[in-house]
Each structure stands twice: as structure tokens, then as C-alpha cells.
């Protein structure tokens, strides 16, 4: 490459690209962890309102039989209650399951199915009478009256099925947030990622420019500075014209034509 | 000393680094566009544009002065040790900047030292960029640089003499021109040969290439977490043998026997002590591990025991076997190995064969000498008379060399490491080998070292591939007239 004017548009083309691609770069990477964050929040979003649907279920399915099974309040408002949070209940559980199926964690989704469809099962049982049934077919079969009453059924059988998914909910959430560990931990390594990209760059557009400016002293600044004090010696004190650069450039030029103009007018 | 020409040359060799990693980075695209492609990518186009920078603005130099050639052949290995760690910084993962200047030195000084715990984790691209570097620096960064200009004149032969170590200029009788075939023809046909050997073997090709790269380039990086032991097959272990005594062989040689002439490998005398060293070596590590029951029959011990001698001789480093738990001689004939590793010339470091040889003659000759005052001897290699200045130089050497190791040594225990380990560490690095003993054993690495000795071993990689001298000069470049 031979003109000044082309080296000049090609090395700052060069800092410009570098910049353009330290910038792109940047934006592809940050563009990246803006996403992997927008999934990390809606993944803890979603586990989060999983569980509070759960417990919210779990609570009204709880007041619907405790209104049903030990106040004595046998009303259709609480059926319906009952039947809509054991939805709910199974809807929750299935999206969990959904969520957790291929992590490491996939045990405490299945217990959570598990425990709900007991919970489900227990108050299908309530509701479909099948209690009623079972404490008069006791009360029937033995002359001493049974011990199984709708307060004790709840005590000794629902409570402990509430309990149970109630506990394994709690265990829902925490894991649900164990999940998100790793997640977190890739997340900063590719925040990491996206700012050393940039740095790099940067620390290599310094090196160009320190070059830029090494060159521009060293191959243009000093020769003219050179041909400039050569001219002045030989217009001052008739100094014979020898600037002493070795350049194939236009300063070569330049330095050819001055002596051609010296040696023209000493003739 | 014209600095900027020194740097217009540097920025050659960036951009021929510049192309591996576009390399590099295709590999990583045919392999699903793995995670390293943008990482090569914007590092192949960061290094190009540091490298095409000064080729813009100098002009081509026609004469290069022995001063500048040093400074473009030190400048360049230590600025493709810079550079060569930018794709694994960008692409993260264990690379923090002391792991990523570390795996760059070992790869392009063609120690093959690791700080990576899982290897098979890095992706295909990186894995390529890793072996390819290697590849470089095996046959010297400089060379490579000079073998895509179009014309260099007299320039090419003065980066030459700095860039082969002073035995292996002296036993070179080729023009300048022939050198350049030599080290095209020869490297890259012995990388091509051991590439389909190992696809023939068992290998898939890409293992086969990368190999192929670290075994002719003498380095030892593997793509498996156990090495050549991950593959426990007979064939591999043979060709790769094959491929690393080969490369640990004066390369002049293997061209003149290759294009029949008289001084070849079946003639040299080097390379005779170099095939007998690793033979007794092996057979008698051998004798000794069958003997203390380590391996079920001889040929199992002897299938190790040679793969390992062969590796450490010839500075590959390359593992089959956890040579940690071999029998003490099996450990001090190793140790020994990796001191005089191949012959000068050659892509191997170490002290090498050469010098072996000549120290071993100048022993003699002082006896004989002690019993006739007045005779006058000569010593010769190869039927060649070596000057006095030549004998003083590899005496030099050999006790700059154990200096040396023996500073590295005590570094390394300063630092908490046990004997052992410092010692092998001190070896291994200064004669670019990459496993010693006892923490860094064959099957373990560098990760476990403190920072300062991690930082340590890469000097001390810089100052054996170097030549020990190479790397003093370069603090008197001032001084150097």
C-alpha cells in the first residue's frame, strides 16, 4: 500500500470496525443475558405463583371441609368450594410437574402429585359420602357405637393428607429456587462473557492507536520534520539538500522533487 | 535497531495466527455452531487487524539485521502467546487470565501443560485453536510467517539462524531456499501421514487431526481427559509413537533421507544415541515394572513403558499409563529423559541428544588428554569437527540448563510444593515436556498449583523454548552491537 491518504483511510477504518464489532459484539452478548434473564425471573415467576396457588387451593379446599366435615355446614356453597380448589389443586401440581419434569428435582414434583391426588382422593370421598356410608356401615355391624365421626375423619385423615401437601409444597418452593442456582451461576459467566468481548477490543483498539500514533511520528512527522530543517539549512546557509529518509511514498516524492528543483535552479 | 520493521514482520505472523483461528472457528461451525464460534470469530478479527496494521503502514524491509531478526523471532513468540489467549478469554469457562496465558504458552512453547480439569467440556473450535497452537509454535511461529511471504531475500535466512538453536544451524548444509521445503514438507507431510494413520487406527477426524497436530508438534495436548489412554488401543499408541519419534528427529535429516542423500537418519550418529536411548530405556522400565507385578505380562509393561518413554523423550507428553505409581528407577530413567528429550533440530526442547553426545565426547577426550598432554584430539559428530567454540557453548548450555532447574526447583518448594514435584515441574517446563511427577503426574495437571506457580512454569516454558541464551538476550538488547 503505497499513498498516504490510503493508509490514513484503511487505519482508521480499522479503529472504526474495531469499534463497530466491540460494540456488536457487546449487544449480541448483553442481548443474550437479557434474555437468559427475562427467562431466569419468569422461570422463579412461575414457581412462585405455582405455589401460591397451591397453598391458596389447599387453604379453601381446608376451610370448605372443616365448614363441611366438623361445623356440620353441608351447604352446596362449600361443595362447590371443595370441587373447584381440587381442581385448582391438580392444575397446579401438573404445571409443577411441567416445570421440574427434567431437572434433577423431578422426585419433589412427583411427591407433590402424589400427595395432591391423595388430598383430591380424601375429599372426593367426603364428597361423594362414601364417609357417611362408611361410619353408618360401622355403626350398623357393631352393637358399640364407632369411634369414626366426621371430626375424627378429618383429624385422623384429611389433616394428615392437608399436612403432608402442605409440606410438600414448602419443599416445592425451595427446590424450585435450588433449580434456579445454576441458572444464575450460567447467567453471570455469560454476563462475564459479554464484557470481556469489549475489553479485549477496547485494550486492542488502544494497541492500534498507540501504533497509529508510533507510525505517524516515526514514518510521517519526523521525515517532514526532516525535509522541512534540510530546506531551511539549504535556503539559509546553502547547505546542500540531504533529508536521509528512506520512503517509497509520496514524502519520497516530495523529497524526490525538492531535489530535482534544487538541482534545476542551481543550473 | 528499526523498530518498526520488527513490528511489520510480528504482524505477519498475527495474521497467518489470525487465519488458524478463522480455521478454527469453521470447525466450530461444521460442529453445530458450538459455543466457541463467536469467541474465534471476533478473536480471528481482533488479531488480523493487530497484525495487518503495520503491514499497512511499513513497507517491506530488504535487509533484516541479526539484531532484529531476534527481536522479531522473540517478539513474535511472545506476542502469539499474548494473542493466542484471547479466544479461550472471550469464551470463558475454567480460562481466567492466568489459566488462559498458561494453556496459551504451553501450546505455542509445545509444552502441552494443562490447567484445564475437564477438557471434553471445550468445544470442538476451542479444542482445534488449542491443538493448532501447538501445531504453530512446534515448528516456530516465525517460520510459519515466512513461508507466506512472497518474497523476503536475504532477510529469510538471518531469522532463521536465531530461530534454530546453534547445534542444529552447525549441522545444517542446505541453502536457505531447501530449508523452507524442508520444514514445509516434512512437517506438514508428517502431520498429514499421522492424521490418516490415526483415522485408519480407530480414530474419528477430528481426534485423528488434533492429534496428529500435538503429536508432531511435540506438545501432548489431548481432546480426552485421559489422554491417548482414553482410546486403549495398541494401534493409536503405535502410530502416535511413530509420529513423535519422528518429530523428535533433526529435521534436515529426515528430508535428506527422505530425498536420498547420504547424510540420513541411518548415517546420523545423534540419531542412533536418540533410537538407543529410548530403546534401553524402555526395555529396562519395562524389566522393571513386569518384574514389580504393575502389569500382567512383558509386552503389557513393555506397551507402556515405551509409549511413555517415547512421549517424554520426545516432549510430547502424551499419557497411557499413571506413571506416578511406577517403580523408582521406571521414575528416575523418566526424569532422565525428559532432561536430553530429541534431537536439535527437531520440534522437541529439553537439553537434547546432541548435546548429550558432544558433552559425553568432550568427557572422553579430557581422559585421553590427561593421559597424552600432548596429543591433539578433535571432536566430531557425524564425522564433523566441532570447533571449540561450539563444545563451549553446549557446556554452557548444559549448566545454564541445570541452573536453571535447579532455581525452577526451589521456586516451586517456596511455594508449598513437595520435592518431587518441584523438581519434575522445573524439568518439565525448561525442556517443554509437560507432566513430571508427583502433583503434576500423567494423568493430573497444573490446575492445582498456586497462581505465582502457574505463572512461574510459563516463564519458564518462554526460557526453554528459547534455548535458555535466546531468552537472557532478550533483557541486553540495548547492550547488543
Same mark, same amino acid.
Given at each position: 500500500?503505497?499513498?498516504?491518504?490510503?493508509?490514513?483511510?484503511?487505519?482508521?477504518?480499522?479503529?472504526?470496525?474495531?469499534?463497530?464489532?466491540?460494540?456488536?459484539?457487546?449487544?449480541?452478548?448483553?442481548?443474550?443475558?437479557?434474555?437468559?434473564?427475562?427467562?431466569?425471573?419468569?422461570?422463579?415467576?412461575?414457581?412462585?405463583?405455582?405455589?401460591?396457588?397451591?397453598?391458596?387451593?389447599?387453604?379453601?379446599?381446608?376451610?370448605?371441609?372443616?365448614?363441611?366435615?366438623?361445623?356440620?355446614?353441608?351447604?352446596?356453597?362449600?361443595?362447590?368450594?371443595?370441587?373447584?380448589?381440587?381442581?385448582?389443586?391438580?392444575?397446579?401440581?401438573?404445571?409443577?410437574?411441567?416445570?421440574?419434569?427434567?431437572?434433577?428435582?423431578?422426585?419433589?414434583?412427583?411427591?407433590?402429585?402424589?400427595?395432591?391426588?391423595?388430598?383430591?382422593?380424601?375429599?372426593?370421598?367426603?364428597? +361423594?359420602?362414601?364417609?357417611?356410608? *362408611?361410619? =353408618?356401615?360401622?355403626? @350398623?355391624? #357393631?352393637? /358399640?357405637?364407632? %369411634?369414626?365421626?366426621?371430626?375424627?375423619?378429618?383429624?385422623?385423615?384429611?389433616?394428615?393428607?392437608?399436612?403432608?401437601?402442605?409440606?410438600?409444597?414448602?419443599?416445592?418452593?425451595?427446590?424450585?429456587?435450588?433449580?434456579?442456582?445454576?441458572?444464575?451461576?450460567?447467567?453471570?459467566?455469560?454476563?462475564?462473557?459479554?464484557?470481556?468481548?469489549?475489553?479485549?477490543?477496547?485494550?486492542?483498539?488502544?494497541?492500534?492507536?498507540?501504533?497509529?500514533?508510533?507510525?505517524?511520528?516515526?514514518?510521517?512527522?519526523?521525515?517532514?520534520?526532516?525535509?522541512?530543517?534540510?530546506?531551511?539549512?539549504?535556503?539559509?546557509?546553502?547547505?546542500?539538500? +540531504?533529508?536521509?529518509?528512506?520512503? *517509497?511514498? =509520496?514524502?519520497?516524492? @516530495?523529497? #524526490?522533487? /525538492?531535489?530535482? %528543483?534544487?538541482?534545476?535552479?542551481?543550473? | 535497531?528499526?523498530?518498526?520493521?520488527?513490528?511489520?514482520?510480528?504482524?505477519?505472523?498475527?495474521?497467518?495466527?489470525?487465519?488458524?483461528?478463522?480455521?478454527?472457528?469453521?470447525?466450530?461451525?461444521?460442529?453445530?455452531?458450538?459455543?466457541?464460534?463467536?469467541?474465534?470469530?471476533?478473536?480471528?478479527?481482533?488479531?488480523?487487524?493487530?497484525?495487518?496494521?503495520?503491514?499497512?503502514?511499513?513497507?517491506?524491509?530488504?535487509?533484516?539485521?541479526?539484531?532484529?531478526?531476534?527481536?522479531?523471532?522473540?517478539?513474535?513468540?511472545?506476542?502469539?502467546?499474548?494473542?493466542?489467549?484471547?479466544?479461550?478469554?472471550?469464551?470463558?469457562?475454567?480460562?481466567?487470565?492466568?489459566?488462559?496465558?498458561?494453556?496459551?504458552?504451553?501450546?505455542?512453547?509445545?509444552?502441552?501443560?494443562?490447567?484445564?480439569?475437564?477438557?471434553?467440556?471445550?468445544?470442538?473450535?476451542?479444542?482445534?485453536?488449542?491443538?493448532?497452537?501447538?501445531?504453530?509454535?512446534?515448528?516456530?511461529?516465525?517460520?510459519?510467517?515466512?513461508?507466506?511471504?512472497?518474497?523476503?531475500?536475504?532477510?529469510?535466512?538471518?531469522?532463521?539462524?536465531?530461530?534454530?538453536?546453534?547445534?542444529?544451524?552447525?549441522?545444517?548444509?542446505?541453502?536457505?531456499?531447501?530449508?523452507?521445503?524442508?520444514?514445509?514438507?516434512?512437517?506438514?507431510?508428517?502431520?498429514?501421514?499421522?492424521?490418516?494413520?490415526?483415522?485408519?487406527?480407530?480414530?474419528?477426524?477430528?481426534?485423528?487431526?488434533?492429534?496428529?497436530?500435538?503429536?508432531?508438534?511435540?506438545?501432548?495436548?489431548?481432546?480426552?481427559?485421559?489422554?491417548?489412554?482414553?482410546?486403549?488401543?495398541?494401534?493409536?499408541?503405535?502410530?502416535?509413537?511413530?509420529?513423535?519419534?519422528?518429530?523428535?528427529?533433526?529435521?534436515?535429516?529426515?528430508?535428506?533421507?527422505?530425498?536420498?542423500?547420504?547424510?540420513?537418519?541411518?548415517?546420523?550418529?545423534?540419531?542412533?544415541?536418540?533410537?538407543?536411548?529410548?530403546?534401553?530405556?524402555?526395555?529396562?522400565?519395562?524389566?522393571?515394572?513386569?518384574?514389580?507385578?504393575?502389569?500382567?505380562?512383558?509386552?503389557?509393561?513393555?506397551?507402556?513403558?515405551?509409549?511413555?518413554?517415547?512421549?517424554?523423550?520426545?516432549?510430547?507428553?502424551?499419557?497411557?499409563?499413571?506413571?506416578?505409581?511406577?517403580?523408582?528407577?521406571?521414575?528416575?530413567?523418566?526424569?532422565?529423559?525428559?532432561?536430553?528429550?530429541?534431537?536439535?533440530?527437531?520440534?522437541?526442547?529439553?537439553?537434547?541428544?546432541?548435546?548429550?553426545?558432544?558433552?559425553?565426547?568432550?568427557?572422553?577426550?579430557?581422559?585421553?588428554?590427561?593421559?597424552?598432554?600432548?596429543?591433539?584430539?578433535?571432536?566430531?559428530?557425524?564425522?564433523?569437527?566441532?570447533?571449540?567454540?561450539?563444545?563451549?557453548?553446549?557446556?554452557?548450555?548444559?549448566?545454564?540448563?541445570?541452573?536453571?532447574?535447579?532455581?525452577?526447583?526451589?521456586?516451586?518448594?517456596?511455594?508449598?510444593?513437595?520435592?518431587?514435584?518441584?523438581?519434575?515441574?522445573?524439568?518439565?517446563?525448561?525442556?517443554?515436556?509437560?507432566?513430571?511427577?508427583?502433583?503434576?503426574?500423567?494423568?493430573?495437571?497444573?490446575?492445582?498449583?498456586?497462581?505465582?506457580?502457574?505463572?512461574?512454569?510459563?516463564?519458564?516454558?518462554?526460557?526453554?523454548?528459547?534455548?535458555?541464551?535466546?531468552?537472557?538476550?532478550?533483557?541486553?538488547?540495548?547492550?547488543?552491537?
Amino acid at each position: 500500500m503505497q499513498g498516504v491518504a490510503r493508509r490514513m483511510r484503511v487505519a482508521f477504518l480499522s479503529i472504526v470496525m474495531l469499534l463497530f464489532f466491540a460494540g456488536a459484539t457487546s449487544l449480541l452478548e448483553l442481548e443474550r443475558v437479557s434474555h437468559d434473564t427475562e427467562q431466569l425471573l419468569m422461570a422463579s415467576e412461575q414457581s412462585v405463583e405455582i405455589a401460591g396457588d397451591m397453598l391458596s387451593a389447599l387453604s379453601d379446599q381446608n376451610d370448605a371441609i372443616i365448614y363441611m366435615a366438623v361445623v356440620g355446614d353441608s351447604s352446596s356453597r362449600y361443595r362447590l368450594e371443595c370441587e373447584s380448589s381440587m381442581s385448582m389443586l391438580n392444575s397446579a401440581a401438573q404445571r409443577a410437574y411441567d416445570i421440574m419434569a427434567s431437572s434433577e428435582y423431578r422426585g419433589i414434583a412427583d411427591s407433590l402429585g402424589k400427595y395432591t391426588r391423595e388430598l383430591n382422593q380424601l375429599a372426593r370421598e367426603w364428597l +361423594d359420602g362414601d364417609v357417611h356410608r *362408611r361410619i =353408618e356401615s360401622l355403626n @350398623l355391624n #357393631d352393637s /358399640i357405637p364407632s %369411634l369414626l365421626t366426621p371430626r375424627s375423619w378429618y383429624v385422623d385423615e384429611y389433616k394428615v393428607g392437608y399436612i403432608n401437601l402442605s409440606k410438600q409444597v414448602s419443599q416445592y418452593m425451595t427446590s424450585s429456587q435450588n433449580t434456579l442456582s445454576p441458572e444464575v451461576s450460567r447467567l453471570s459467566h455469560t454476563a462475564r462473557r459479554s464484557v470481556t468481548p469489549v475489553f479485549i477490543s477496547l485494550l486492542v483498539m488502544f494497541v492500534v492507536v498507540m501504533m497509529l500514533y508510533f507510525f505517524l511520528k516515526k514514518l510521517y512527522v519526523k521525515p517532514i520534520l526532516r525535509i522541512n530543517r534540510s530546506l531551511g539549512d539549504y535556503l539559509t546557509y546553502k547547505v546542500p539538500f +540531504d533529508s536521509n529518509i528512506a520512503c *517509497r511514498d =509520496e514524502l519520497g516524492e @516530495l523529497r #524526490d522533487r /525538492i531535489e530535482t %528543483l534544487i538541482s534545476k535552479s542551481n543550473k | 535497531m528499526r523498530v518498526h520493521v520488527v513490528i511489520r514482520y510480528i504482524g505477519m505472523v498475527l495474521v497467518f495466527l489470525a487465519s488458524f483461528m478463522l480455521a478454527a472457528a469453521g470447525v466450530s461451525l461444521i460442529n453445530n455452531h458450538d459455543s466457541a464460534f463467536y469467541p474465534l470469530l471476533l478473536s480471528s478479527f481482533l488479531t488480523a487487524i493487530l497484525g495487518l496494521f503495520p503491514l499497512i503502514f511499513v513497507e517491506r524491509a530488504e535487509e533484516i539485521k541479526t539484531k532484529e531478526g531476534y527481536a522479531i523471532v522473540v517478539g513474535s513468540w511472545l506476542v502469539a502467546c499474548v494473542v493466542g489467549t484471547i479466544p479461550y478469554l472471550i469464551w470463558g469457562g475454567e480460562f481466567t487470565l492466568v489459566n488462559a496465558w498458561f494453556e496459551s504458552v504451553s501450546g505455542f512453547t509445545t509444552t502441552g501443560a494443562s490447567i484445564l480439569n475437564d477438557i471434553e467440556f471445550l468445544p470442538r473450535g476451542l479444542l482445534f485453536w488449542r491443538s493448532a497452537t501447538t501445531w504453530i509454535g512446534g515448528i516456530g511461529v516465525v517460520m510459519f510467517a515466512l513461508v507466506i511471504l512472497p518474497a523476503l531475500g536475504r532477510s529469510r535466512q538471518l531469522l532463521y539462524n536465531v530461530e534454530l538453536s546453534t547445534i542444529a544451524k552447525d549441522n545444517f548444509h542446505y541453502r536457505s531456499r531447501e530449508i523452507m521445503r524442508i520444514l514445509i514438507f516434512v512437517y506438514v507431510g508428517l502431520t498429514l501421514v499421522t492424521t490418516v494413520l490415526l483415522k485408519l487406527a480407530g480414530m474419528c477426524w477430528f481426534d485423528a487431526a488434533t492429534h496428529a497436530m500435538s503429536a508432531c508438534g511435540t506438545s501432548g495436548f489431548s481432546t480426552k481427559n485421559a489422554s491417548v489412554a482414553f482410546f486403549d488401543n495398541p494401534m493409536i499408541e503405535l502410530v502416535m509413537m511413530g509420529a513423535m519419534t519422528v518429530s523428535g528427529i533433526h529435521f534436515g535429516i529426515l528430508y535428506a533421507t527422505l530425498t536420498g542423500r547420504k547424510n540420513n537418519i541411518f548415517r546420523s550418529e545423534i540419531v542412533r544415541v536418540y533410537i538407543a536411548m529410548m530403546l534401553i530405556a524402555s526395555i529396562v522400565i519395562a524389566a522393571s515394572l513386569f518384574s514389580e507385578n504393575i502389569y500382567p505380562s512383558f509386552i503389557e509393561s513393555l506397551r507402556h513403558a515405551s509409549f511413555q518413554v517415547v512421549s517424554i523423550t520426545t516432549t510430547s507428553g502424551f499419557a497411557t499409563a499413571d506413571t506416578n505409581l511406577w517403580t523408582p528407577l521406571a521414575i528416575i530413567l523418566l526424569i532422565f529423559c525428559s532432561i536430553i528429550c530429541g534431537c536439535a533440530g527437531s520440534t522437541s526442547g529439553g537439553m537434547k541428544v546432541d548435546r548429550l553426545v558432544l558433552a559425553l565426547k568432550v568427557i572422553r577426550n579430557r581422559v585421553k588428554l590427561q593421559q597424552h598432554p600432548n596429543a591433539i584430539i578433535t571432536t566430531k559428530t557425524d564425522g564433523m569437527v566441532q570447533g571449540d567454540n561450539v563444545l563451549s557453548l553446549v557446556l554452557t548450555f548444559i549448566v545454564a540448563y541445570l541452573l536453571l532447574a535447579l532455581l525452577g526447583t526451589i521456586v516451586y518448594a517456596m511455594f508449598g510444593c513437595d520435592i518431587m514435584t518441584s523438581f519434575t515441574a522445573s524439568i518439565s517446563c525448561i525442556s517443554n515436556v509437560g507432566p513430571g511427577f508427583g502433583e503434576i503426574g500423567s494423568f493430573d495437571n497444573y490446575a492445582d498449583l498456586p497462581v505465582i506457580l502457574r505463572l512461574n512454569s510459563t516463564v519458564l516454558m518462554l526460557v526453554g523454548r528459547l534455548e535458555i541464551f535466546g531468552f537472557i538476550q532478550l533483557f541486553f538488547l540495548r547492550s547488543w552491537r
